[in-house]
């Protein structure tokens, strides 16, 4: 077959797939210790707190805070198999030295780059001109507006700036936005605000239901939910490194 006929034939014949990228929330295990006892009573703990969530949840080590000889110590193996015995999903590696990411191929997880600390960032940034303010500020994404209501499996992402819903997001539905999160309806779903990493992003909603709520990846899920301000108007956001849930102020 000529190359010609070859080219013909593959544009003719039906797509099998299409590659497109995606942006879906995985849990960050992020280790302190290479103590798998300790790991896993602590681990356990939590998946006792919150079985639901962590069913099945795609799971990203987190080595960048061990020293040295803690990762060379590190059975990521073992650490591996502790999380599938608590039904977690182990997909992948950050921060990881030689030795693991070696052992992470072995295994089969992802290699993810080391995230760069808030001390680091702003060590090597100088202070931006007036000038260059003003250019981020025009150059800024518009906030997005969804004016349908969020069904069950829908996914929907503000990529650079704020998400606006003005009707309610249904229970398996998922909003996220590198910026704040309004809902003017029910959150029965899970809002993700401050994807990015913007820790002084938050999400307002007029009745808090959610299945789960997080801030710059610290998160809280329904079984803490139920307990602050439920049904209630809300707003969301982080102080202290932990998630605060207070109501909005009433007008006549």
């Known amino acids: ?3 010609s006929a070859q080219r013909a034939s593959t544009v003719d014949r ?5 590659l497109k990228g995606g942006l879906f929330p995985m849990t960050l295990l992020e280790l302190k210790s290479a103590d798998l006892n300790a790991i896993k009573l602590e681990l356990m703990e939590k998946v006792t707190q919150s079985p639901a ?7 990203v080590f987190g080595v960048e805070l061990l020293t040295d000889a803690e990762q060379e110590s590190l059975d990521l193996a073992g650490l591996c198999a502790m999380c ?13 030295n030689a030795r693991l990411l070696n052992e992470s191929g072995r295994l089969g997880l992802a290699i993810l780059p080391k995230s760069r600390s808030k001390q680091s960032e702003l060590a090597a940034e100088a202070p931006p001109s007036k000038e260059a303010v003003d250019a981020a500020k025009s150059a800024a994404a518009p906030t997005r507006i969804v004016t349908t209501p969020i069904r069950s499996g829908q996914q929907i992402y503000a990529r650079g700036g704020d998400l606006i819903v003005m009707a309610a997001v249904s229970a398996g539905a998922e909003v996220l936005a590198d910026g704040n999160i309004h809902i003017y309806g029910a959150l029965r779903g899970r809002a993700l605000a401050g994807v990015q990493g ?3 992003a938050r999400i307002f909603c007029s009745s808090q239901e959610a299945e789960m709520v997080a801030i710059a990846g610290q998160f809280m899920v329904d079984e803490v939910l ?13 102080a202290g490194g932990r998630i605060q849930i207070t109501p909005l102020p009433k007008h006549n």
């Open 14 to 18: 039906p797509e099998s797939f299409q």
């Open 226 to 238: 139920r307990t602050n301000h439920w049904k209630e108007a809300v707003q969301i956001y982080l």
């Open 84 to 96: 599938r015995e608590l039904t977690l999903l182990p997909t992948a590696t950050r921060g990881a």
């Open 53 to 59: 969530f962590f069913q099945r949840s795609p799971l």
């Open 1 to 3: 077959m000529s190359k």
């Open 198 to 200: 913007d820790e002084n």
